[in-house]
């Protein structure tokens, strides 16, 4: 599923984030659920990932989250 703002935060993906201690990279992730491990979440190419939602604490399904090494750092203010 392509999605035109996880497009326009960025190019990199849950699989390619770029991080090589530390690229300072984080990749655009639309939130698909929660659950006890975190937020399972999906980039702009399809990727899954279950990430860390603890610097983000009042996320929901359909929010646009920063991640970076498995951890969302911010999310995404002003979405569509």
Excluded: K
């Amino acid at each position: 599923m392509s999605d035109a703002a996880l497009e326009r935060y960025g190019a990199c993906t849950l699989d390619q984030d770029g991080c090589v201690t530390c690229g300072d990279v984080a990749v655009p992730a639309r939130v698909l659920a929660l659950d006890a491990a975190g937020a399972q979440v999906e980039d702009r190419l399809g990727n899954r990932a279950v990430v860390a939602i603890d610097f983000v604490p009042e996320t929901r399904p359909g929010d646009l989250l920063l991640i970076h090494s498995g951890v969302a750092i911010a999310r995404i203010e002003g979405q569509p």
